[in-house]
T-cell receptor, first 111, second 113 residues
Framework: AQTVTQSQPEMSVQEAETVTLSCTYD???????LFWYKQPPSRQMILVIR??????QNATENRFSVNFQKAAKSFSLKISDSQLGDTAMYFC????????FGAGTRLTVKP | NAGVTQTPKFQVLKTGQSMTLQCAQD?????MSWYRQDPGMGLRLIHY???????DQGEVPNGYNVSRSTTEDFPLRLLSAAPSQTSVYFC????????????FGSGTRLTVV
């Protein structure tokens, strides 16, 4: 089965510091895409960042960046200058024939 | 654009009742999916569709039916509700899921008593 694994159920970080959330996945495909979604207390799912597997360069969106290690099947999310509004559940996801999600990491940003 | 609209937002059912969760999108997306979210388990795929008239099962399809008669609508039917189906349900759509990721509705919190 193709799976997505997030090994950190909960994390916390001080405001303005940097935090990295981990994700590993399993796939037999060569060309695929990886995603990080944020779910704040409002419950809305928000796409944070997307990585194309055939691109060597790591994706960056403002304070969010990824560390993509294709050989290791690792796709971590780095949040720089953490803000209180970053408090949320974060889900790693990868599309196979559909979209599969990890179990999530609950991130708390402390003032 | 309204995006992905789910109704209702909250629902309480009695065991054995049936109901339909509605999902509509106005973005002309081909891909649509239904997920359920349970604590500690992330989002699990129930059913998905890659276009009108085409549906397929996901990870947890038992107890649910879907149909896709139009590009816009993708209703999820609970045939005979069970307490194990208590969950938050999300509908999502995508222009091409593998490439662009999904746009999600705001969810339906379903409680089966």
């Amino acid at each position: 089965a193709q799976t997505v694994t997030q090994s950190q159920p909960e994390m916390s970080v001080q405001e303005a510091e940097t935090v990295t959330l981990s994700c590993t996945y399993d796939t037999s495909e060569n060309n695929y895409y990886l995603f990080w979604y944020k779910q704040p207390p409002s419950r809305q799912m928000i796409l944070v960042i997307r990585q194309e597997a055939y691109k060597q360069q790591n994706a960056t969106e403002n304070r969010f960046s990824v560390n993509f290690q294709k050989a290791a099947k690792s796709f971590s999310l780095k949040i720089s200058d953490s803000q209180l509004g970053d408090t949320a559940m974060y889900f790693c996801a990868s599309p196979y024939n559909d979209m599969r999600f990890g179990a999530g990491t609950r991130l708390t940003v402390k003032p | 654009n309204a995006g992905v609209t789910q109704t209702p937002k909250f629902q309480v059912l009695k065991t054995g009742q049936s109901m339909t969760l509605q999902c509509a999108q106005d973005m002309n997306h081909e891909y649509m999916s239904w997920y359920r979210q349970d604590p500690g388990m992330g989002l699990r795929l129930i059913h998905y569709s890659v276009g009108a008239g085409i549906t397929d099962q996901g990870e947890v399809p038992n107890g649910y039916n879907v149909s896709r008669s139009t590009t816009e609508d993708f209703p999820l039917r609970l045939l005979s509700a069970a307490p194990s189906q208590t969950s938050v349900y999300f509908c999502a759509s995508s222009r091409e899921g593998r490439l662009y990721g999904y746009t999600f509705g705001s969810g339906t919190r379903l409680t089966v008593v």
